[in-house]
């Protein structure tokens, strides 16, 4: 790039709404300008349930990224969640014209669109189609075919798909704020730009996304999306076992689990815990403990069974790296390794520009990512034609078709 480029990342999360603005330089780097964010009302799960309210944290979001970034904001790339977000596999094949011989890139659109051809829920629409490797006559992961000489092209694609009205009414709600959508990403695909390099997608990796009503998950293997999806446990579900176990307020469950809990039962001493604000009244260690590693074990074997059956766990070399707010929660990691049988990191983004506390906290990756998305996108676009309009995939949600 000639010159310097700046986007802005929006994450409407269940307990906060976060917009990042970053400017990507001539030489790639990214610098943060400035964030703002708000806590969140008005999300359940990932998902807009009160229109209103969530436009009114966006609101104040947006007044706090423009005065700490001196930036006028208008498009944003917003990240979207939810558990009616799936995916699939799915293989692509076309013959190649014998008077043509050389594979070109109307072939790679003809065979994305082959492999797209899949029998979906007819509610819900496609939110992304990320190639996984390229075949030429049986040669398998070619990277790029364009100019190669064959008679058979195969491509397999990682597919992720949604429920078009929940994907709309989050795009509606920024549109009337107003600002525009540039793009829709799957968050863990933006959180895996800035958690996850090179040489932990090739060798094999699993990214947990652990917010506040959701974990995000997105699997690599040689380099390439193998699964992802959305289970709707996160760290709020915790804090609401400990609060109704122990009958009390949300904010003093809160205060303990941060405080005091752990996810993991390994060398735990029982003690005493005294609960703020009640009078006298005491939590075992034990008893806390175990309603959180409850909760921690159900969530984390809603993302081990599906992984397990599809056979990619013996291939995570590079193992699991948390992130997301309520990563930060103490024994998830232990929690993690006991079920998953691989090594676990807790991940912050990668070094970057800008005030340096905002990269050394996971719950910003997915909002960071987005910046490193936009960037990526912005510089594939004068090599893939089928990529030169961000905004087409948001015109077929808008307009029903696939």
Request: glycine letters at 10%; hydrophobic letters at 40%; charged letters at 25%.
């Amino acid at each position: 790039m000639a010159s310097s480029n700046i986007y802005v990342g929006l994450e409407i999360g269940t307990s906060k709404v976060c917009m990042v603005v970053g400017e990507v330089r001539s030489d790639g780097a990214i610098k943060i300008l400035g964030v703002g964010q708000h806590p969140s009302a008005g999300v359940r799960k990932g998902e807009i349930v009160d229109p209103e309210t969530v436009q009114t944290c966006l609101h104040d979001a947006l007044v706090r990224a423009e005065d700490r970034s001196d930036v006028e904001v208008n498009t944003v790339f917003l990240a979207v969640t939810g558990s009616h977000i799936q995916s699939l596999n799915n293989r692509g094949t076309i013959r190649v014209a014998d008077e043509q011989m050389e594979i070109t890139a109307e072939d790679l659109e003809e065979v994305k669109k082959i492999a797209r051809d899949v029998p979906l829920p007819k509610e819900n629409g496609y939110v992304h189609s990320i190639i996984q490797h390229y075949y030429v006559d049986g040669k398998d992961k070619i990277p790029n075919p364009i100019g190669m000489i064959g008679q058979k092209l195969e491509a397999d694609y990682h597919i992720i798909h949604g429920t078009r009205t929940r994907i709309q009414n989050a795009i509606k709600c920024v549109r009337e704020i107003p600002l525009e959508v540039e793009d829709i990403v799957f968050s863990p695909v933006a959180a895996a730009q800035v958690v996850l390099n090179r040489e932990a997608k090739n060798e094999g990796a699993l990214l947990l996304d652990i917010g506040g009503g959701t974990t995000d998950y997105i699997c690599f293997v040689d380099g390439a999306v193998v699964a992802s999806g959305c289970v709707p446990i996160g760290g709020d579900h915790i804090t609401n076992d400990i609060a109704l176990v122990l009958k009390i307020p949300l904010s003093r469950a809160e205060k303990l689990k941060v405080g005091h809990g752990s996810a993991s039962l390994r060398g735990m001493i029982d003690v005493e815990i005294p609960i703020e604000g009640e009078s006298g009244k005491k939590v075992g260690q034990e008893l806390l403990n175990q309603i959180m590693n409850a909760r921690v074990t159900e969530l984390l074997t809603l993302v081990h069974e599906p992984l397990a059956k599809q056979g990619v766990l013996p291939r995570l070399a590079k193992g699991i790296y948390l992130t997301g707010g309520s990563s930060l929660m103490r024994g998830i990691a232990e929690t993690a390794e006991e079920i998953f049988g691989v090594p676990v990191q807790k991940a912050g983004s990668e070094a970057m520009s800008g005030p340096s506390a905002l990269f050394e906290n996971p719950q910003y990756a997915t909002p960071v990512g987005l910046i490193r998305y936009a960037q990526l996108l912005d510089e594939q676009k004068p090599k893939r034609g089928g990529f030169s309009r961000l905004g087409a995939k948001l015109e077929k949600f808008f307009g029903g078709a696939k």
